[in-house]
């Protein structure tokens, strides 16, 4: 029906950037919201950001001021910004779609904010 895929992870340093990358295929209408996960080691799955069908955004308040999401309706792309990047940062990352035949995840790409 829908498939996600996940890019943009990898090793960063403390205070770094890194953008990633969620392509969305499929069954791509009526799409209500996307946004991005993450999950740490032993630590429950947490909403970083999601952007719905109107542009209005939602944040974490652990990332606010240093992540921003956006889209390419175009694509039918997602993107997260990711700045000054800090250790407790280091998750893997999934790709979250809601439309109206249900809710879609990607694989996930693992970000490591390590000296």
């Known amino acids: 029906q829908v498939q996600l895929v996940e890019s943009g992870g990898g090793l960063v340093q403390p205070g770094g950037s890194v953008r990633l990358s969620c392509a969305a295929s499929?069954?791509?209408?009526?799409?209500?919201?996307m946004g991005w996960y993450r999950q740490a080691p032993g630590k429950q799955r947490e909403l970083v950001a999601a952007?719905?069908?109107?542009?209005?955004?939602n944040y974490a308040d652990s990332v606010k001021g240093r992540f921003n999401i956006s889209r390419d309706n175009a694509k039918n792309t997602v993107y997260l910004q990711m700045n000054s990047l800090k250790p407790e940062d280091t998750a893997v990352y999934y790709c979250?779609?809601?439309?109206?035949?249900?809710?879609?995840w990607g694989q996930g790409t693992q970000v490591t904010v390590s000296s």
């Open positions: 952007i719905n069908s109107w542009g209005n955004t």
């Open positions: 499929g069954s791509i209408f009526r799409v209500y919201l």
């Open positions: 979250n779609l809601v439309r109206d035949g249900g809710s879609y």
